[in-house]
């Protein structure tokens, strides 16, 4: 029961083969079972009881059910969650109890979804291993033996929680590749929408202008009815956009005959593993079998993407990070006799190193003496590559990348400078920086049996593409999906 | 153009003001809190307030609409795209950690705003920019020894930054400068202009140079919040910088408090010391985009403001510019002369004056006596202009209306059932004044005797006699002229 996917699972609720109960009991067990992964920050069993019971009485009534009634999910706990602890992995939220909702997670609850809990992140979904998580990193459920594999992050427990069947799927963010590169690193799908497609509202905003949810799933076909699901313009949130949201399950096994598939030249990294580049190939020849042209396009100025990010998600943190100083909620350090001092302790002990130096990188590019130096060249680097695209998206329909530069990494063996980490977003920034939508599908296993993932970019509100693209890469890459956890 | 002079020579002034003014709106700028002042302390707060993790600020278009009207009132231009951004520093009310506010592109560019120089004549005040910007809330230090309270029901709520151009010259102009700047946003209902409860308040910038040299380095006076303090601190910050610059020093670029127990200003920042706001685009909100339709829409609801009432009740009523600039610098005071106006049987420029006086004397002493505004007068616009009729139709003497108006005041009757019930009516038959002058004149005939002897003024002697017989009722023209007759009679 725990391999079900969404669109699996609601069949069997629907026909009374089981109920959501016994199927949030199953994943309530496993998490249980399974706690040593460190997937989950909190857990919310009886809340997840209630709503599956009256998830049940809905189905034996045969009464209107949501698009997700009775399926269990986890939540990133940067998503607001109303009467259930939301930390965003910083000890600076270690008691915050939110008087209200996300409006993705209302939208999920309002689909009829049972919530399991909350899942562990890095700080403030700052980092690419879940290792800057105040509660702990976590363990990719593919990890064999002594080698503790990271999951990738920021969304790192949504990642491991799905690809270790501790729930059906998740929600995660992606503000620079936090949702596709774990998706990428734990063998499943995951789906950024464009920005703007889904409401802000009641997320732990990181960097504002690139943040999106988006679902982690165990199939292209379960991303595109999460989608619809969380998809829709919110009062709420000012840049949340008003483009109709389409039945995206629709476009499922969808032919891809005549779509033009863009390979971006720029995307050979230098030293890229052979592996990478034999996967890449892999998604070509599938989708060129499938009736798709391949073409050649050029990002020219995709390879300051990153350096850009770098230099725009701080800045924009760094004020987002302002309102953390221990006055109205969270943490607030101790015996302090002065407000500079309260605010100097409670963030000198509430955060940590990873959150420090982005809010120190982005208060210094935002400072007079390096703002048009640094701050003003980003934004017009941003530009730049929103050209490339507009003009490659004349060419072709689609663009297909590897997701990462590598696999996961050992925990302990992962870079130990900062800018080689950030390394491991140099093939997703890119999307977030145009705001377009991208996925990741798992497409095979490495040599030492860790999974690699293919990353689709479609144009602005073209997940219908996404959806249509990663099936049939999905139906075709034959990805051995872990069946069971053995670390 | 004014100089000041001292004993080196002449000084010009030079100042700029920023105003903040609180918009009139029951919502805050990016939230639905209330901003209804004089709540309890923290009840006005929504969670965007209180900048909670996960909010987001939404545009109350209402303010926004506020602000296009205000720029449409002080003739500047709406800017069909603008932006805000954070203007980021960390102070305990101000919960996100920066302020959303406009930086580089303000709903508002240029406009101007006319007062009256020391000769009387106009000046346009040039306007740099509106911007609009959420205020923040207010710490209370003076509640314990140790502990400071934060009271957030400010915090959010829309304010219209208001710059000149440093086309200021002196203390007065100032004065004047916000004095008409209050009554536009009075008039387009836009600010209350409540300078006590906070919702205008001005930083003030000052420098001063030598008449045809370059402008000297200014000080920026923070935050005073009364035209008397604004005033005090231009004259305080003046002398301050003309003794640093007559002994041989430097004004620095500073930024300064006024202190109102002492009238000084003192150092609040130097330059050195001045924060670095780290301005960037509020990645919140998308550019305010405003369609020209709107505007258009918002330019028809703008009512007739100061400048041009003066001039048409100059105009049209033949007022002298004093009254009619007094009249209009408040729309009520200007509905309520107008209103009274409308109910005189003949409005001529004589009639028009004696209302003029009549409201902005008599009926604005008894408002004052009772801490009442226009709206709130014990006596209509109608009983004003019935009174002025029996006035001018002299069914009672001036002197008797200042009575009248009293009782009117105090007992809401109108003027004639006052002057029926008292009997105040006026004595205009000749027979009955003479009756009564010639049993002065016989009364006092030493006086006559001296009279006639040359002693001139005691013309009056007899008038007031004749007025106290009659309750000062008699006609007084009539009882001059019949006096002058029976004289010349004899």
Redesign the interface.
């Known amino acids: 029961m725990h391999t079900l996917s969404i669109y699996e699972a609601r069949r069997g609720l629907l026909k009374k083969k089981f109920s959501s109960v016994e199927l949030t009991k199953c994943f309530l067990d496993r998490i249980r079972r399974f706690s040593h992964l460190n997937a989950f920050i909190t857990l919310s069993e009886e809340q997840a009881l209630e709503s599956a019971k009256k998830s049940d009485s809905r189905i034996a009534l045969e009464s209107s059910t949501g698009a997700l009634d009775g399926i269990p999910l986890a939540i990133k706990d940067l998503?607001?969650t109303k009467g259930v602890r939301?930390t965003?992995g910083s000890k600076m939220?270690h008691n915050?109890i939110?008087?209200?909702e996300?409006t993705v997670s209302q939208k999920l609850l309002d689909a009829g979804a049972v919530f399991l809990g909350k899942t562990n992140m890095d700080e403030f979904a700052m980092g690419s291993a879940n290792i800057t998580s105040h509660y702990g990193n976590v363990i990719n459920p593919w990890s064999q033996g002594d080698k503790k594999l990271v999951p990738g992050g920021s969304s790192g427990g949504s990642a491991a929680a799905v690809a270790g069947h501790l729930c059906i799927a998740a929600t995660g963010s992606d503000t620079g590749g936090s949702v596709r590169q774990p998706a990428a690193f734990s063998g499943i799908v995951g789906l950024k929408p464009t920005y703007g497609r889904c409401s802000?509202?009641?997320?732990?905003?990181f960097?504002?202008?690139l943040d999106q949810a988006g679902p982690m799933t165990k199939t292209v076909r379960d991303a595109a009815i999460f989608l619809r699901v969380i998809s829709g313009y919110d009062?709420?949130?000012?840049?949340s956009s008003a483009e109709s949201v389409p039945d995206f399950e629709s476009f499922v096994g969808k032919t891809v005959e005549k779509i033009k598939v863009g390979i971006p030249k720029e995307y050979y990294l230098e030293g890229m593993s052979p592996e990478i580049e034999a996967a890449w190939k892999k998604g070509m020849d599938i989708m060129r079998s499938a009736g798709a042209e391949i073409i050649e396009v050029s990002l020219p100025h995709a390879k300051y993407a990153l350096p850009a990010y770098y230099i725009i998600s701080p800045?924009?943190a760094?004020?987002n990070?302002?309102?953390y100083?221990g006055?109205?909620?969270g943490f607030r350090a101790a015996g302090t006799k002065s407000?500079i001092e309260m605010?100097e302790k409670t963030r000198e002990e509430g955060f940590g190193d990873e959150v420090k130096r982005r809010i120190l990188v982005g208060?210094y590019v935002?400072?007079?003496g390096s703002?048009d130096a640094y701050?003003t060249k980003a934004l017009q680097v941003r530009k730049l590559i929103e050209h490339d695209f507009t003009k490659s998206f004349k060419q072709v329909d689609i663009i297909m990348t590897p997701t990462t530069p590598s696999s996961a990494f050992a925990i302990g063996e992962e870079p130990q400078d900062p800018v080689s980490m950030y390394l491991n977003d140099v093939l997703t920034v890119t999307a977030n920086m145009v705001g377009l939508p991208g996925i990741s599908v798992p497409i095979c296993l490495d040599k030492l049996n860790r999974p690699l993932g293919l990353q689709f970019i479609a144009p602005h509100f073209r997940e219908d593409l996404l959806i249509q693209s990663g099936y049939i890469l999905e139906q075709n890459a034959n990805f051995p999906t872990l069946k069971e956890i053995t670390i | 153009m004014k100089y000041l002079e001292t004993s080196t020579g002449k000084w010009e002034v030079v100042i700029g003001l920023e105003v903040h003014a609180q918009v009139i709106s029951n919502a805050k700028l990016f939230s639905a809190a209330s901003t209804k002042f004089g709540a309890a302390p923290n009840e006005n707060v929504s969670?965007v307030d209180?900048?909670?993790?996960?909010?987001?600020?939404?545009?109350n278009s209402f303010c926004i609409d506020q602000a296009i009207k205000t720029g449409l009132g002080v003739n500047g231009t709406v800017n069909l795209v603008s932006h805000f951004d954070?203007k980021?520093y960390?102070y305990?009310d101000l919960?996100?950690?920066?302020q959303i506010s406009q930086y580089k592109h303000p709903l508002i560019s240029g406009g101007y705003v006319e007062i009256e120089d020391e000769n009387g004549e106009a000046r346009k005040i040039r306007l740099e920019r509106i911007h609009v910007e959420q205020d923040a809330g207010k710490s209370i230090h003076d509640q314990s020894p140790t502990k400071?309270y934060?009271d957030l029901n400010r915090a959010g709520v829309a304010l219209m930054e208001i710059v000149t151009m440093p086309d200021i010259r002196s203390a007065e102009e100032t004065a004047a400068f916000i004095k008409k700047l209050r009554s536009i946003l009075r008039y387009l209902k836009t600010c209350d202009g409540n300078m006590d409860e906070g919702s205008m308040r001005a930083d003030v910038n000052v420098s001063i140079h030598r008449p045809g040299t370059e402008y000297g380095t200014r000080a920026e006076i923070k935050n005073v919040n009364s035209i008397k303090f604004i005033v005090a601190a231009i004259g305080f910050e003046v002398d301050r910088q003309i003794e640093i610059l007559e002994s041989g020093g430097v004004v620095n670029q500073e930024t300064r408090l006024f202190d109102p127990s002492n009238g000084r200003t003192i150092l609040m920042r130097s330059k050195e010391d001045a924060q670095?706001y780290?301005?960037?685009p509020e990645?919140?909100?998308?550019p305010l985009v405003v369609q020209q339709s709107r505007i258009d829409k918002i330019r028809k609801t703008i009512p007739e403001l100061p400048d041009a009432k003066t001039s048409r009740l100059q105009q049209e009523f033949g007022l002298p510019h004093y009254d009619a600039s007094l009249i209009a610098s408040e729309m009520e005071i200007a509905d309520y002369y107008e209103a009274a106006l409308a109910h005189l049987p003949i409005i001529d420029s004589e009639t028009a004056k004696i209302l003029a006086n009549w409201m902005l004397g008599e009926l604005f002493s008894l408002l004052n006596k009772d801490g009442k505004n226009i709206c709130q007068s014990n006596v209509s616009p109608q009983s004003l202009a019935e009174l002025i009729t029996l006035i001018k139709t002299n069914v009672i003497s001036g002197k008797i209306a200042k009575d009248v108006l009293k009782i009117m005041w105090d007992s809401k009757k109108s003027a004639s059932v006052i002057v029926k019930e008292k009997g105040l009516q006026q004595i205009t038959s000749s027979d009955d004044i003479e009756k009564c002058l010639r049993s002065v004149l016989a009364e006092y005939p030493d006086k006559v005797a001296e009279y006639k002897n040359g002693k001139e003024k005691l013309f009056g002697f007899f008038v007031g006699q004749a007025m106290k017989k009659t309750q000062g009722k008699a006609n007084p023209q009539l009882l001059n002229d019949i006096l002058k007759k029976l004289f010349n009679e004899d």
């Open positions: 998503f607001l939301t965003a939220l915050f939110p008087p209200f996300s802000r509202y009641g997320m732990v905003a960097a504002s202008s009062p709420k949130d000012s840049t800045a924009e760094s004020a990070l302002a309102r100083d006055l109205r909620y407000l605010y208060t935002l400072s007079a703002y701050y | 969670f209180a900048a909670f993790p996960g909010v987001l600020p939404v545009i954070r980021n960390f305990a919960p996100q950690g920066y400071s934060i670095d780290r301005y960037f990645p919140d909100l998308p």
